[in-house]
Structures are given as structure tokens and as C-alpha cells.
């Protein structure tokens, strides 16, 4: 038996650990698109995440609700995005503006190539990761299911690589499987799937695959109950990342009785 | 652009503020520009012409007309 999950270990997944720090969970959740920061606060809470990721905009000079302001950040680590960066430069400014808002070192980098499918440009991504390691900064990277690209990723020295499931809000879940794996199976740091998730069984999957992590926002945001779907992102979570390592049964083209054989009446 | 452009005689200067024209009165220094926004001054980060302005150069730093300013904050996102 896997010695990860023991009886006495088998209540919750092992702690993430990501560089030099430890997280309590592997869903990390995104704070965008809430529609009151009341339901933004109870859905982190039932997600159970500790890794929650924000973004970096121009201070609204008209003074619209800002619903940051009434987030816990004690609870949480704030994992800064460079969303909407469609350029190295732009995504490593956002970086530097990251630091003096005394935010750390830690970046989910963004930089995407396509304003209709939100996917990474690969070649700005590779360029600003390996720019923002030199400068000290933690890299979590999102990248495509690419496992070229991934490793060059993980060489250029990114603390996560996190291929996308599908694209971002699409809610589609997880459209290649088969890559994922492929990467999963290639790196040593680890595999966070980022975005593309739609429902809990999405993040089962992604985990079943032997992700270390999930990393989602829209999928419990713009859910009809943002509360509830994000206690079944928990609960998703934890199912994949033991049956990950539970070893499933092989598939069989036909059925295999579960009662034995041998004794039925009337033979 | 010229800077002399910018320079308004009565009113003070004009600086490019998130992207919009912004009048400033002279010789107003960061900090006073960002306790003028509607946000707390402790939770932005400000860049002036591509340049971060640390926050322990706020109170120092002048600024000038034509200045392309940048004052950001940490909004929801994913």
C-alpha cells in the first residue's frame, strides 16, 4: 500500500510543496468576477484554498467597488497574476509593480498570445519566465498543454509549470488528457492544471491525472451557488489526489462478476 | 511632446494619469497625488514614465508636466 495514504493519513491530500513553501491546499482559487465580496469571502472559505490569485489594474479614479479591500488577506497568500499582458515587457512591469505593492516574490505569469482563446504565447511566455527567475522572482507559469514547451519551462527555471485544462472561463474541464500526463509525467516541479474548469469532476480529473494542484476561479464565481460549487471543488480535489494514488482497476472490454461464481442455485 | 505644452499658467500642470489627462496644481509630489485618489495610499505601487517611484520617494518626488503616471492597485482576478 502507498505509504502517502495510510488509514491514519487518508482524511485529506499531503500538503503542496511548492519552492521553499508549503501549502496547506492544492486548490487555489482565483478572486475575480465575484458579485459581492460577501459571496467571494464564504466561497474561499468552503473551497478551503490558501493560495488565492489576484490582479494587478489602474486604481479606478471614479471610485467603483473594489471588493480586494474587504478580503481577509491574513488568511491567505496572494498570488499575483499578470493577466491581460499580451507581452513579455508588460507582464515583467506588472512583476516589478507586484514587488512595490509588497506583494513578494511569488507571480503567476500570464502571457497570453490571443485575445478570443486566452491562450499563452508561448515565446513571450518562455522570454518573461526566464527574465523574471534571473531577477528573483517565483515563477508559476501558465502554459499551454504543450510538454515541449512545459519542459523548457521547468529548464528556464519556473518554481510550477500550469498547463491549461482548456481555455480560461470556457469551462470545458479537461480537453487533452493525454498531454497532461505526458507533462505530468516529465517534470520535476510541479503540475498545477490552471484554468478551463467547469464543475467539480473536472478537478477529479485533473488530479487523477497526478496534478499536484488545480488552480480555478471562474468555475465557482460565475457558478449559480458560488458557495456550494466551491465545497464541491474541494471535495473534487481530494477524490482525484487519492485516486491518484489509490491504483485504479485496468478497464476490461467485458465484465468481471463481482459474487463469486461458484454455488448460484439451481446449476 | 513638449513639456511646455503641459504647463498651464493658472491652473497648474497636466499629467497623463492612468492613461487620461490629469491636472495637477505645481509642484505636487506623489504622495499628494495618492492621497488625492479614492484609494488607501498604502495599497498602490506607482510608476512615473515607466519608472517605478518607490514609496520611500513618494514625499520627495515632484511632478512635472507631461508626466506618464501609472498608479496601481491589487484588484480580483484569476
Redesign the interface.
Known amino acids: 500500500m502507498n505509504r502517502e495514504t495510510t488509514q491514519e493519513s487518508c482524511t485529506q491530500p499531503t500538503p503542496l510543496q511548492l519552492g521553499d513553501r508549503t501549502f496547506r491546499s492544492r486548490l487555489f482559487v482565483g478572486t475575480g468576477k465575484y458579485s459581492d465580496a460577501e459571496t467571494m469571502n464564504a466561497a474561499l472559505e468552503a473551497s478551503g484554498c490558501e493560495v488565492v490569485t489576484i490582479a494587478i489594474r489602474r486604481v479606478d479614479l471614479k471610485a467603483g467597488e473594489n471588493l480586494l479591500t474587504q478580503l481577509d488577506r491574513d488568511r491567505y497568500f496572494l498570488l499575483p497574476n499578470t493577466a491581460g499582458c499580451f507581452n513579455a515587457e508588460d507582464a515583467i512591469r506588472v512583476c516589478h509593480l507586484s514587488r512595490e505593492l509588497g506583494l513578494g516574490d511569488w507571480v503567476k505569469l500570464e502571457v497570453l498570445g490571443d485575445k478570443k482563446t486566452l491562450l499563452p504565447d508561448p515565446v513571450g511566455t518562455l522570454e518573461a519566465c526566464k527574465t523574471l527567475v534571473d531577477e528573483g522572482f517565483k515563477v508559476l507559469v501558465y502554459s499551454s498543454d504543450d510538454p515541449v514547451l512545459a519542459l523548457r519551462l521547468q529548464d528556464a527555471g519556473a518554481t510550477s509549470v500550469m498547463p491549461a485544462g482548456s481555455p480560461i472561463g470556457s469551462g470545458q474541464g479537461v480537453l487533452n488528457p493525454n498531454s497532461l500526463s505526458i507533462i505530468i509525467e516529465q517534470l520535476d516541479v510541479p503540475v498545477i492544471i490552471d484554468a478551463g474548469v467547469g464543475t467539480a469532476s473536472d478537478v477529479t480529473i485533473a488530479m487523477e491525472l497526478g496534478a499536484e494542484g488545480v488552480l480555478l476561479n471562474t468555475g465557482i464565481a460565475a457558478a449559480k451557488d458560488p458557495i456550494a460549487m466551491a465545497h464541491a471543488m474541494r471535495h473534487g480535489l481530494e477524490a482525484g489526489w487519492f485516486a491518484a494514488r489509490a491504483g485504479r482497476i485496468p478497464r476490461r472490454r467485458y465484465a468481471l462478476a463481482s459474487s463469486p461464481t461458484e454455488g448460484v442455485i439451481g446449476e | 511632446m513638449n513639456k511646455i505644452d503641459h504647463q498651464l499658467p493658472d491652473k497648474g500642470i497636466e499629467v497623463h ?4 489627462p490629469h491636472l495637477l496644481p505645481f509642484n505636487c509630489t506623489v504622495s499628494a497625488l495618492v492621497r488625492s ?4 495610499p498604502t ?5 512615473r514614465n ?1 519608472t ?1 517611484v ?2 520611500s520617494l513618494h514625499e520627495k518626488t515632484i511632478l512635472e508636466p507631461g508626466d506618464q503616471i ?9
Open positions: 494619469l492612468n492613461g487620461e485618489l479614492p484609494v488607501e495599497a498602490v505601487a506607482v510608476e515607466r517605478i518607490p514609496r501609472e498608479v496601481v492597485t491589487i484588484v480580483g482576478g484569476g
